[in-house]
Every structure is written in structure tokens, then in C-alpha cells.
């Protein structure tokens, strides 16, 4: 199977960075795309961005400017730099793989556990 860790989540203070940093291992064939979602206290989740196995990248409105995905495709990983950091970005940080396993011909979802990234303000 596939398995998808996040890491790098913490406390900072608002202005501050953060690097998230997503790894999938297991039965991997392949990675498509990869992504960022995140969720706060009491709503939904949300996207925050996304990198294609070319590269490109999608970020949300709210995130444009001040967040950067990258990946090493070597390295099955994708990270999620945060800058200038602000109170509202404070959720739980998830990051979703569509991975082609060994056993399928089709890109399937999988997801991590989360991290959570606290800003004070």
C-alpha cells in the first residue's frame, strides 16, 4: 500500500515561516499531482495549492504570494513553503498524493495524517 506523512508543522509567530515537508512511500508506480489542503477549528476543508508531476503549481487566492509547493519527484516528496505567516492560517495541514501503485493502472487518492501549524498573533 501507500502511505503519506507530513511533517514539519509547529508554533510561530505571525510574519514567521514554516517548510512543511510530504512524503508517500510503499507500492509506488508513480506520483501524478500533489497537494496542500488544510483545516481550521470548526470549518471545512480547504485547498491551499498544488504541484503536477511537470511542476506547475495552483495556489489558493488566500495563500498566493506569501506560500510556495515544490517537490523532489526522486524522493516521492512535495514540500509547502509558508511565509509572512498570519493568525488565520492556522489549521491542521493535510497533503493528498495521486499515486499509481504497482497493482493499478489508475491514480488513486491517498492522504496524510495531518500537522498542525499554530500562528499567534
Known amino acids: 500500500q501507500v502511505q503519506v506523512v507530513e511533517s514539519g508543522g509547529g508554533l510561530v509567530q505571525a510574519g514567521g515561516s514554516l517548510r512543511l515537508t510530504c512524503t508517500a512511500s510503499?507500492?509506488?508506480?508513480?506520483?501524478?499531482?500533489m497537494s496542500w489542503y488544510r483545516q481550521a477549528p470548526g470549518k471545512q476543508r480547504e485547498f491551499v495549492g498544488l504541484?503536477?508531476?511537470?511542476?506547475?503549481?495552483n495556489y489558493a487566492d488566500s495563500v498566493k504570494e506569501r506560500f510556495t509547493v515544490s517537490r523532489d519527484n526522486d524522493k516521492n516528496t512535495v514540500y509547502l513553503q509558508m511565509n509572512r505567516l498570519k493568525a488565520e492560517d492556522t489549521a491542521v495541514y493535510y497533503c493528498?498524493?495521486?499515486?499509481?501503485?504497482?497493482?493499478?493502472?489508475?491514480?488513486?487518492?491517498?492522504w496524510g495524517q495531518g500537522t498542525q501549524v499554530t500562528v499567534s498573533s
Open positions: 493528498k498524493a495521486w499515486v499509481v501503485t504497482l497493482n493499478s493502472r489508475r491514480p488513486n487518492e491517498y
Open positions: 510503499g507500492s509506488i508506480f508513480s506520483i501524478n499531482a
Open positions: 504541484i503536477t508531476s511537470a511542476g506547475s503549481t
